[in-house]
């Protein structure tokens, strides 16, 4: 026997912060690797944490979340070479991290104002996280199909529950340990490996959610989603999932939106 | 009433507002392709005045055939209308917006005769504000992509739009003018209960040469509207209405990929603080329940108050609510009108009652009401529990629901603590401390001392189950363009 033997990774779900087994104690393999199979249970959980994680994230200043999704895309730059993926995806997911650390400062001009009303009163409309956000991502680009819709939910002050590609669930739980190291608070981002058809519909339903983000490309899913998501009044997007920086930032505006609402106050002037 | 102090009664001779100058057809067609016509599969009913009883006019239905031909003349139309200039399109919203202001006595009388609601709100509220959307609308025109960060935009092409029937011709000016200024084609359906300024407004699309088949109004019931959704060849569905209604659109266009904006129900919180002006607080709380009836998404109907000021603010508003005066619509004295059908009349009273079999503590004032109509007198509920029916679902009528609250942190917890999240409101005299609760009220719109304004640049739409989707302002144009 010669060399070191090396020390291999155990992949785990990213949930509340903490990283853990599937409750259920199932695993799928891939690319060598056992990957633990979310289940129902997982959700729920992940739903909780994203929910309990959702008014402290949201009540960050637009400095701090920027600074922090900044620190995100420095860490991916750092562990570059630990992904199991190919390096133009990988600098385009930083980049991407990099635009919207930039727009968590200027949502809230671009996207809101004052109100000319016609009567003495300050109205304005501002926008705010919606709140929960599930992340449906898709096979392919597994690493930056995934950060192109987590990146613009974050920087709107949501939190997120994604649910990894089937197929290639490494990269976003590779993922998950840049997002441990940049200061991003427990529970503002949960990431959950599993198959797609069982998930899915779980996180559609979840009356705690407030919004969905379809990259899954899968038509008969995507209804079902909409489906499942009328039940709750949930905001739905779909969307095929960006293949390059390019695409992840040609309307950001649009991924933006999705995630967010818009409050208007009026305050009276004078007496 | 007890005491030294002399009783003031203040009698009021009635103020009715003459309906002669209104020129009511017997009967209306479906508005489709620029021209009234009879419906092919619908049916002929009668619309009703809530508070008589008697026919108005007579109106058609839509049938499913009607439908089709509403959302075909839209089709046809959307290409040379998303073809004019900016300014041009802008141009005919401007005519519709002096048409509706030189027609506003008659569209406010019809509004009250079809509808119920008192006219001093159609004449003040309703159809200065439909004018003043369209107005909006029109400058936005030639503008559109300022309002979207300067991207290049399209329209989305054929919007189906469904309202209610407790803002009828408001409501229809929301829908329509941000679709049409966008280059959108639209087919309106009003609610059964209050079609005809709808109808009014389909005569007004003539007089102002609006290019046929650019706007077509096909009144129905909630079949039709049902078919309206599930038409093939839409690409938007707009509707306020409740949140039943809302889910049940959302499902049917599951898988579809049409676009769809939801203005839903509500149980809005209207908070009042210890440090309030208590007598404007309860001017305010009169107008968050009792304007139009309750009738209204947007509606204070769950009422908190500051434990410490809590016998006190309810008797002021007790003593306020004995001095409205309900009855007749089209009376200028009028506050409350008539309930806007029997049906909701019941739904009513099904809430009322299941508050007073949960154990709340109901007061309804002793008012004389008309005979024949539909009437429920202003209403309130204290020992209310958060659980209660009447603290959980819309009434949708002149009943307020009160509960109390000791600290901020009570108040914003018992304010978020619903499926709804449309609207709230604030009383407070201290600045900071409004700016704080108003941004920790999960609700679309929170007024601050004020309750129920509303205004063509200022975005309304709910969080949560109140739906989503803005209307009003810029944000009121990205439900209806798509970014090239």
């Known amino acids: 026997m010669t060399g070191r033997l090396p020390v291999r990774k155990t992949y785990k779900l990213y949930v509340g912060g903490a990283f853990v087994r599937s409750e259920s104690g199932r695993y799928d393999g891939s690319r060598g690797f056992n990957v633990p ?35 995100c895309a420095e860490a991916l730059e750092s562990r570059a070479v630990d992904f199991a993926v190919d390096r133009p995806e990988i600098d385009a997911s930083i980049d991407v991290l990099v635009h919207y650390a930039g727009w968590t400062d200027k949502l809230q001009p671009v996207m809101g104002g004052i109100n000319p009303v016609a009567a003495p009163f300050l109205s304005f409309s501002l926008p705010e996280p919606t709140g929960v956000v599930g992340v449906v991502a898709p096979d392919s680009p597994a690493l930056l199909g995934l950060v192109a819709e987590l990146a613009p939910a974050l920087a709107a002050g949501n939190t997120a529950v994604c649910l990894l590609s089937g197929d290639h669930p490494l990269p976003g739980l590779d993922l998950a340990e840049v997002l441990g190291i940049a200061d991003v608070p427990g529970g503002v981002v949960n990431l959950l490996s599993g198959r797609r058809a069982e998930l899915a519909p779980v996180l559609a339903a979840h009356h705690a959610l407030n ?31 960006a293949t390059s920086y390019d695409e992840a930032v040609r309307d950001p505006l649009s991924r933006l939106e999705a995630v967010t609402e818009l409050k208007t106050a009026w305050h009276p002037v004078g007496a | 009433m007890t005491g030294t102090r002399t009783q003031v009664v203040w009698d009021y001779a009635p103020a009715p507002e003459s309906p002669d100058h209104v020129r009511l057809r017997d009967s209306y067609g479906l508005f489709i392709g620029g021209e009234f016509r009879d419906p092919v599969d619908g049916e002929r009913v009668p619309t009703i005045n809530p508070a008589t009883e008697e026919s108005v006019a007579e109106i058609a239905f839509a049938g499913p055939q009607d439908v089709r031909a509403a959302v075909e003349a839209a089709r046809a139309a959307q290409p040379r209308w998303a073809g004019l200039s900016g300014l041009e399109r802008g141009k005919y919203l401007f005519r519709v917006a002096r048409l509706i202001q030189e027609r506003a006595r008659e569209l406010a009388v019809v509004e009250s005769m079809d509808g119920g609601k008192p006219v001093r709100e159609s004449r003040d509220v309703d159809v200065p504000l439909a004018a003043a959307h369209f107005f909006h609308y ?32 408001l409501m229809a000016a929301w829908k329509l003018a941000p679709a049409l200024a966008c280059g959108n084609t639209a087919v309106l359906k009003p609610a059964e209960t209050t079609p005809l300024t709808a109808l009014l407004l ?3 699309c003539q007089e102002a040469e609006l290019p046929e088949g650019v706007v077509s109004i096909i009144p129905g019931d909630g079949s039709t509207g049902a078919t309206l959704v599930r038409d093939p060849d839409i690409d938007k569905v707009a509707f306020t209405g409740s949140t039943s209604v809302g889910k049940d659109i959302q499902a049917a266009l599951a898988g579809r990929g049409v676009s769809l904006t939801l203005e839903l129900g509500g149980k809005s919180a209207n908070v009042v603080f210890e440090d309030a002006a208590l007598d404007q607080a309860v001017e305010g709380i ?27 603010v309810v008797g002021k ?13 089209l009376d200028k004295n009028t ?23 949960e154990g709340a503590q109901r007061r309804t004032v002793a008012c004389e009401l008309p005979d024949r109509g539909f009437w429920y007198a202003p209403t309130i509920f204290t020992e209310v529990a958060p659980a209660h029916r009447i603290a959980v679902e819309e009434i949708f009528g ?87």
């Open chain 1, 37 to 71: 199979r979310g289940s129902r249970k997982d959700v729920r959980d992940a739903v909780k944490a994203a929910r309990s994680a959702s008014g402290p994230w949201a009540a960050r200043t637009a400095y701090n979340r920027g600074q922090i999704l900044y620190r």
């Open chain 1, 211 to 241: 919004a969905i983000v379809d990259v899954s490309e899968d038509a008969a899913l995507g209804a079902e989603i909409d489906r499942l998501a009328s039940e709750s009044v949930t905001r739905v997007r779909h969307s095929g999932p």
């Open chain 2, 202 to 204: 389909a005569e007004i």
């Open chain 2, 286 to 312: 009169v107008n968050g329940i009792f304007f139009n009836q309750g009738h209204v998404c947007c509606a204070g109907s769950r009422l908190l108050i500051q434990e410490s000021v809590a016998d006190v």
């Open chain 2, 335 to 357: 506050d409350v009108g008539a309930i806007n059908s029997r049906e909701q009349l019941e739904r009513i009273e099904e809430l009322v009652d299941a508050g007073e079999g």
């Open chain 2, 317 to 329: 508003l007790w003593e306020r609510m004995g001095r409205l005066r309900v009855g007749d619509p």
């Open chain 2, 398 to 484: 002149p009943v307020v629901s009160v509960l109390t609250f000791r600290t901020q942190a009570e108040a914003i917890d018992k304010a978020n603590n619903s499926a709804y999240g449309l609207a709230a409101g604030i009383w407070t005299d201290k600045g900071a401390k409004a700016f704080e609760v108003a941004s920790a009220l999960q609700a679309g719109v929170v007024w601050q001392n004020t309750y129920n304004h509303f205004d063509p640049s200022a975005a309304f739409g709910g969080y949560k189950e109140s739906g989503f989707g803005r209307e009003g302002g810029p944000a009121g144009l990205r439900p209806y363009l798509r970014i090239a």
């Open chain 2, 138 to 169: 029109a400058g936005w025109a030639d503008k559109l992509s300022y309002g979207v960060g300067g991207r290049e935009v399209a329209p989305l092409g054929v919007a189906a739009q469904i309202v209610p029937w407790n803002f009828p011709l």
